[in-house]
T-cell receptor, first 115, second 111 residues
Framework: EAGVAQSPRYKIIEKRQSVAFWCNPI?????LYWYQQILGQGPKLLIQ????????DSQLPKDRFSAERLKGVDSTLKIQPAKLEDSAVYLC?????????????FGPGTRLTVT | GESVGLHLPTLSVQEGDNSIINCAYS??????FIWYKQESGKGPQFIID?????DKRQGQRVTVLLNKTVKHLSLQIAATQPGDSAVYFC??????????FGTGTSLTVIP
């Protein structure tokens, strides 16, 4: 079974520039998550999709971050404009919607450096 | 937001010993807890989970204990191996929405 794919793996941009990240979840997984992980901290959930609908985006800085999941499969996360404090690893995860648990499968992440 | 924290940021153990990693959570409404392992440069990897209606759950070499009275979660790793060296996170959620991760504990296994 193929895992969660993310691209790019690394990105360096200057502040005030824009950047986009792409995620392809595991086939058949209805739920998709985007996390921000700052160095030395645990992942922070930015947005959670169920199919192509948003379940939770309470911690997404909506003035600069946006995300979409068209057709309920791939997803993109965008930052516009970027700030220095956005430097982090952006993780995508997916899970099946089952009643037995919420095991999430994570991709390798995209390491963003804002200079 | 909710608070999920760990008592110790680092832990060093001898190979073959047992490891115990602790976690405190603050939301008494959380009904599902997960332990993840994260190796350098990789995304977190699921280890074991437990629902709030359970006190203990065992997997292969790992055991999770849940004490709802004091809102405490622990991960026990038996016969720790060098491959267990990583950062371990606990996470909590209420019915699968709003997942909150702790800060993490870095486990180092000394050969």
């Amino acid at each position: 079974e193929a895992g969660v794919a993310q691209s790019p793996r690394y990105k360096i941009i200057e502040k005030r520039q824009s950047v986009a990240f792409w995620c392809n979840p595991i086939s058949g997984h209805a739920t998709l998550y985007w996390y921000q992980q700052i160095l030395g901290q645990g992942p922070k959930l930015l947005i959670q999709f169920q199919n192509n609908g948003v379940v939770d985006d309470s911690q997404l800085p909506k003035d600069r971050f946006s995300a979409e999941r068209l057709k309920g499969v791939d997803s993109t996360l965008k930052i516009q404009p970027a700030k220095l404090e956005d430097s982090a690893v952006y993780l995508c995860a997916s899970s099946q919607t089952v009643t037995s648990g919420y095991e999430q499968y994570f991709g390798p992440g995209t390491r963003l450096t804002v200079t | 937001g909710e608070s999920v924290g760990l008592h110790l940021p680092t832990l060093s153990v001898q190979e073959g010993d047992n490891s115990i990693i602790n976690c405190a959570y603050s939301n008494s409404a959380s009904d599902y807890f997960i332990w993840y392992k994260q190796e350098s440069g990789k995304g977190p990897q699921f280890i074991i989970d437990i629902r709030s209606n359970m006190d203990k759950r065992q997997g292969q070499r790992v055991t999770v204990l849940l004490n709802k009275t004091v809102k405490h979660l622990s991960l026990q790793i038996a016969a720790t191996q060098p491959g267990d060296s990583a950062v371990y996170f606990c996470a909590e959620t209420n019915t699968g929405n709003q997942f909150y991760f702790g800060t993490g504990t870095s486990l180092t296994v000394i050969p």
